[in-house]
């Protein structure tokens, strides 16, 4: 009988943590099983996915380019990951394969994290920046609150279909009442390649609530260009490890019985390992 596993599908798939945080919660767990990083190009998707139907195979994780890309070759989906149009998990449920999306779980669960004593900012208007996978899930999560989202996006478009589909408001940066908004989450992908210089609006720090969270999903510079000038503007300002670590527990709970404590996945991150296994 092969060792029990779960993998992650990338394009490129080098500095992922995912491993990492995964190998720690099955030692935590007890489980004699591994996760590993594949890299898997566009075109060997389909087939990455059909060898997930085996019976040792717990599920995996997708990341760039394959969380939309995958949806048709999976027999069904959550709830959450046909609304956003991204599956970030796959669950191997006795040969039958479910898509499901815990980034907006994981990033609800995260900023319960990073709110947690200033209530204030747990409710009131929010925007996201960029209409991407990252941006659907965070726009769904937020309006699952109640909440009342704003899209900023490079291709306004882009934030228009998005909106249509998840209830939020598509806007130029310049139509959104800034002193209402008690949350900005940057869901794009801007300054990526270059983080010195993040190519994000200037945004007027002062106009916004002294209480307001800048939330940045990117985890890679730990302080983005926009944190950096949030917090010199005195504002409350979080990362994207948090995310990281909560989704990847999310799906970790799902493939397994197991439901290991935060800790365990901010741990390895923090340890900043790099993978421990690629096949
Ligand atoms: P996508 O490629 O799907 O979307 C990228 C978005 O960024 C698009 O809206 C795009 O705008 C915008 N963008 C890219 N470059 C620029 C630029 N130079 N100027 C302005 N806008 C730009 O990516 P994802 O949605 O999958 O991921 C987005 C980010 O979220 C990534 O940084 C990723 O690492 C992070 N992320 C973090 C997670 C976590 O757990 N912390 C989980 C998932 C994602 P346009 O539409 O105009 O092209």
Redesign the pocket.
Same mark, same amino acid.
């Given at each position: 009988k092969a060792m029990q596993r779960a993998y992650l599908f990338a394009d490129p798939v080098s500095h992922t943590l995912s491993p990492a945080m995964h190998n720690a919660a099955f030692a935590a767990c007890g489980l004699v099983a591994y996760y590993a990083a594949r890299h898997v190009r566009p075109a060997e998707l389909g087939a990455a996915v059909a060898s997930l139907r085996q019976v040792d195979v717990l599920g995996a994780n997708l990341?760039?380019?394959h969380?939309?890309a995958v949806l048709p070759f999976l027999d069904s989906l959550s709830a959450a990951a046909r609304s956003i149009g991204?599956v970030?998990t796959i669950i191997n449920r006795g040969g039958q394969l479910h898509g499901d999306n815990t980034?907006a779980p994981?990033?609800l669960a995260?900023l319960a994290a990073a709110q947690a004593g200033n209530s204030d900012t747990a409710a009131g208007s929010a925007v996201v920046? %960029?209409? !991407?996978?990252?941006?659907?899930?965070a726009v769904y999560a937020l309006r699952s609150q109640g909440r009342r989202v704003y899209v900023i996006?490079?291709?306004l478009s882009?934030?228009q279909s998005l909106c249509a589909d998840l209830g939020g408001e598509a806007r130029e940066r310049q139509n959104v009442p800034w002193a209402e908004v008690k949350l900005i989450v940057?869901?794009?992908?801007?300054?990526?390649g270059n983080p010195q210089e993040t190519?994000?609006p200037d945004f007027e720090f002062s106009s916004l609530p002294p209480s307001a969270l800048i939330y940045d999903?990117?985890?890679k510079p730990a302080e983005t260009r926009l944190l950096r000038e949030a917090r010199a503007a005195g504002l409350s300002t979080e990362? %994207?490890? !948090?995310?990281?670590a909560?989704?990847a527990r999310l799906a970790f709970m799902a493939w397994t019985n197991c439901q290991p404590a935060i800790e365990v996945f901010l741990d390895a991150l923090s340890e900043n390992q790099p993978q421990a296994r690629v096949e």
């Open positions: 990341t760039l380019p969380k939309e991204a970030n980034d994981g990033f995260a920046l %960029g209409a !991407g996978g990252a941006a659907r899930a996006n490079r291709t882009k934030a940057n869901a794009s992908s801007a300054g990526l190519p994000l999903m990117v985890y990362n %994207g490890l !948090g995310m990281l909560q989704q």
